[in-house]
Nanobody, 126 residues
Framework: QVQLVESGGGLVQPGGSLRLSCVAS????????MGWFRQAPGKEREFVAA????????DYADSVKGRFAISGDNAKNTVYLQMNSLKPEDTAVYSC???????????????????WGQGTQVTVSS
């Protein structure tokens, strides 16, 4: 029903920037909320940021607040994650997720999201 494809990951030095993209295709009418999650080796998946398209509400994890920004382009069915001032601890596989329930709420739990992309690797290292 909904396909999500991430891109934009790569290797960057500490303090650098990257912008991740998530292109949604298929039946996206009910995907009011989309989020970014990440998972580092040996750690559990954690919430990074999310956006509710119906009211432009956004939410960020404390660890990235002030450094990351989530945004979207409705015409392109694309969600972005601008990542600035990157730190080595930001290294992880970043995945895009969509809540297709039709809810207009932001959840930090991965259980709330129906569709997932395959992820894109972000490595922050000198």
């Amino acid at each position: 029903q909904v396909q999500l494809v991430e891109s934009g990951g790569g290797l960057v030095q500490p303090g650098g920037s990257l912008r991740l993209s998530c292109v949604a295709s298929g039946r996206t009418l009910s995907t009011n909320t989309m989020g970014w999650f990440r998972q580092a080796p040996g750690k559990e998946r954690e919430f990074v940021a999310a956006i509710d398209w119906t009211n432009s509400d956004t939410d960020y994890a404390d660890s990235v607040k002030g450094r990351f920004a989530i945004s979207g382009d409705n015409a392109k069915n694309t969600v972005y994650l601008q990542m600035n001032s990157l730190k080595p601890e930001d290294t992880a596989v970043y995945s895009c997720a969509a809540d297709a329930s039709g809810r207009s709420l932001i959840f930090r739990s991965s259980w709330a999201y129906t569709y997932w992309g395959q992820g894109t690797q972000v490595t922050v290292s000198s």
